[in-house]
């Protein structure tokens, strides 16, 4: 009887513990990071009573979580992907929306302007339509920086989501160190004594941690886990951490970079980070943001550049060769924070060599201890490049024909390893201004063109030398006759002739202002002259040729208009931001996808554990039974043996 009474307590005390086992799952069905529970029942040893062996009941050997470390791995690398993306697509659209929103305006000032410049043309001595100019130069100069500010406020945002990002990182695993030490404490337990609750906390905070930054992590025997980031950095070991940081880029104190550990043997990971919204948020600054930055310095430095150039080639009110309407900054060299030349080695000097082979790289200059190599600060390829000893030296970047930059390097040595930045567009994006505040300064005359007389009959030709930017123009008529095949005569305007002078073919003449050299040869009675300057008149030769730049190839190679750039910088970015987001969306779908098969593994299922209840209740009551039928056996034997 005590057989049939031990074996029935045992199933009621099983099935009691079923029972809250199954109740606690139905309790947490909504819980997130909740793993379904199970308790584990096997039968107790069994009694040979000589007739056989007979069960003495059922033993409970622990309560386990249910799950598939295959799917929870699976569902872990999807989450990971999935927020790296997200923050990757969430600055990228912001970027697009910057520029690609009409209401920034650069693509409406850049035609407003070119129509003031045509509208000029047609009556180039109105001081209202000349004022008009400078007012939609304005408007395309605040255009272009207002958007460059805005570019640059979002970078500022990323370095402050890089900032809370990592204290995140340091936080969560803070606390899953804290849970390893309180796992490995019920090590000793036994195996059978799994500390559900704890296991689901830490399993929790690793896929939060997962989401800021990609982790890999490994479980130690006493059932801690280790948790690695980028290229296999501990950050957790245990019960010990080892904390990220940020630091400054040592380029650029506005961008923020990520370090393993503090101080000076910290290590930085920021290109080893390739999961989790810290990935994403790093990713979009250096593959969407920086070439947004430099490809809209590139438009300006080009609008700078063409329209200056061509004012250089006209004549203002006043009779002056044309001066510059636009300023844009020079290109940046930044030495790196890190070179160990105590930054006497730092005052490298970048001009623009030619604005039409100019792109929105930007490169990264290295001095190797012999000499120096440049590699593409975005890709890391190598740059070919061009080193001119002297005192200054010199680098063209890249090398070629046609080099974009020409360095100009100070005197004395840098240290091995010393290595900067050039940035030959980005402060463009910013810095473009109007640098004329007189609307007689537009230079809508032509320069006077001197031409050989159409009756000559030898085979002189004249070119005259361009005047320095500033510089007057004669405002009367210079006239060369030739006297005989090597003398000549200079009259000025009404005046009468000079006196003659001995002529030498290509050798330079100055007469009235104008320096010019005669080639050929001319013959007696031959005449060349050069016209007197109009600047205050009629003359929009050069108005049609400032217009004529809105469509005109400034870029690669003169095959490309600063509007097509412009065009095309939008639509890379706009391109990008589409394929991110599509991207986005089949990442979350893989994402779902195995969060359904984790769920279908470790979730709660009402339906299942309502079936579970019914069925221990049941069992429950049975065991019960039992001891019921045990207890009236019992008093039956003893009132038989009370009777004997």
Not at 168 to 180: D, K, T
Not at 382 to 393: I, M, N, S
Not at 608 to 622: I, P, S, T
Request: cysteine-free.
């Amino acid at each position: 009887m005590a057989d049939i009474l031990t074996t029935a307590v045992s199933g009621l005390e099983a099935f009691q513990q079923a029972l809250a086992v199954t109740g606690n799952n139905i309790s947490n069905a909504s819980t997130p990071g909740y793993t379904r529970q199970q308790i584990n029942l096997s039968p107790s040893f069994a009694q040979n009573l000589g007739s056989g062996y007979v069960g003495s009941g059922v033993n409970v050997d622990g309560v386990s979580r249910i799950l598939d470390q295959f799917a929870n791995a699976q569902l872990q690398t999807a989450n990971q992907a999935v927020s790296q993306q997200d923050a990757y697509v969430s600055v990228a659209q912001q970027i697009d929306s910057v520029l690609g929103n009409s209401s920034n305006g650069i693509a409406s000032a850049l035609t407003a302007f070119f129509n003031s410049v045509q509208t000029l043309s047609t009556n180039p001595s109105s001081a209202t339509l000349r004022q008009s100019v400078l007012a939609q130069a304005q408007s395309l100069a605040q255009s272009i920086t207002q958007t460059g500010n805005t570019l640059t406020t979002i970078r500022k945002s990323i370095s402050g989501q890089v900032t809370s990002t990592v204290s995140q990182v340091n936080s969560l695993a803070s606390n899953i160190a804290a849970l390893n030490s309180q796992i490995a404490q019920t090590a000793g337990q036994g195996p059978n004594q799994s500390p559900n609750s704890l296991l689901d906390q830490r399993d929790q905070l690793v896929s939060q941690l997962g989401k800021l930054v990609g982790v890999r992590t490994n479980t130690e025997a006493n059932g801690a886990i280790d948790v690695y980031v980028a290229s296999g950095q501990a950050l957790v070991v245990g019960s010990q951490t080892t904390a990220l940081s940020t630091q400054t880029n040592p380029y650029d104190a506005s961008q923020l970079d990520i370090y393993y550990g503090t101080g000076a043997a910290a290590q930085n990971i920021s290109g080893q980070i390739t999961g989790g919204s810290l990935a994403g948020y790093l990713q979009a600054g250096s593959q969407v943001l920086t070439p947004a930055l430099s490809g809209l310095g590139l438009v300006a430095t080009a609008i700078a550049a063409g329209v200056n150039g061509q004012q250089a080639q006209g004549l203002t009110v006043g009779n002056t060769v044309g001066g510059n309407l636009f300023s844009v900054p020079a290109p940046t060299v930044t030495a790196a924070a890190s070179n160990t030349d105590a930054g006497t080695y730092g005052s490298i000097t970048a001009t623009v060599s030619s604005v039409g082979n100019l792109t929105p790289a930007n490169y990264v200059l290295k001095y190797d201890g012999t000499g120096w190599t440049a590699t593409d600060a975005l890709s890391g390829a190598p740059v070919a490049v061009t080193f001119t000893a002297g005192v200054p030296a010199t680098i063209k970047v890249p090398a070629g024909t046609n080099q974009e930059l020409t360095l100009t390097l100070p005197s004395g040595t840098p240290a091995t390893g010393d290595t900067f930045l050039i940035q030959p567009t980005a402060a463009a994006a910013t810095g473009l201004a109007v640098a004329l505040s007189d609307p007689n300064g537009i230079a809508a005359a032509g320069l006077p063109v001197a031409a050989a007389a159409a009756t000559n009959t030898g085979t002189g030709t004249i070119a005259v030398t361009a005047p320095a930017v500033g510089s007057a123009v004669a405002t009367t008529a210079t006239k060369i006759t030739f006297t005989s095949p090597t003398q000549y005569t200079v009259t000025v305007g009404s005046g009468a002739p000079g006196p003659a002078q001995n002529y030498t073919a290509g050798s330079t003449i100055t007469a009235n202002g104008s320096t010019f050299t005669i080639s050929g040869a001319p013959v007696s009675g031959d005449t060349f002259t050069i016209p007197a300057a109009n600047g205050a008149g009629t003359d929009n030769r050069n108005a049609l040729a400032l217009a004529g730049l809105q469509n005109q190839g400034l870029l690669a190679g003169g095959t490309t208009s600063v509007t097509t750039a412009y065009s095309t910088l939008v639509g890379q970015i706009g391109t990008q931001t589409k394929t991110a987001t599509t991207a986005q969306t089949a990442l979350q779908a893989v994402a779902t996808q195995a969060s359904q098969r984790q769920q279908n593994i470790s979730g709660v299922n009402l339906d299942e554990e309502g079936a579970k209840l019914v069925q221990w209740q049941q069992a429950y009551a049975a065991a019960g039974k039992v001891i019921s039928v045990a207890a009236s056996l019992f008093q039956t034997l003893i009132a038989d043996i009370n009777a004997g």
